[in-house]
């Protein structure tokens, strides 16, 4: 079993920066990718970042030049930097990695997740 720790979210002004961590338990070596998704009031989850062990990173268009996703393999833990936030980006964090190998994945699993408001 693989637990995933966020920490990070909170209230930001438009135009504000965060940044969001997640540190999983076990070895980093058995992680395929790590993910964060993002579930605004009312909607349905979406991926909004994704990084591979490769360290191949995709993003959802909506974020793109302005959330950067990384890694720490020596830490084990995942972060998302946001800046220039907007409203719009108000949901819950959650984080998600695929666990199993480098070119393969058997489980997946999800952080608790994080309440990222954007508001004046």
């Known amino acids: 079993q693989v637990r995933l720790t966020e920490s990070g979210g909170g209230l930001v002004q438009p135009g504000g920066s965060l940044r969001l961590s997640c540190a999983a338990s076990?070895?980093?070596?058995?992680?395929?990718?790590m993910a964060w998704y993002r579930q605004p009031p009312g909607k349905q989850r979406e991926l909004v970042a994704r990084?591979?062990?490769?360290?191949?990173?995709y993003y959802v268009d909506s974020v793109k030049g302005r959330f950067t996703i990384s890694r720490d393999n020596a830490k084990n833990t995942m972060y998302l930097q946001m800046n220039s936030l907007k409203p719009e980006d108000t949901a819950v964090y959650y984080c998600n990695v695929r666990w199993g190998g480098p070119y393969y994945y058997t489980d997946e699993y999800w952080g608790q997740g994080t309440q990222v408001t954007v508001s004046s």
């Open positions: 076990g070895s980093s070596v058995n992680i395929n990718a």
């Open positions: 990084i591979t062990s490769f360290d191949s990173t």
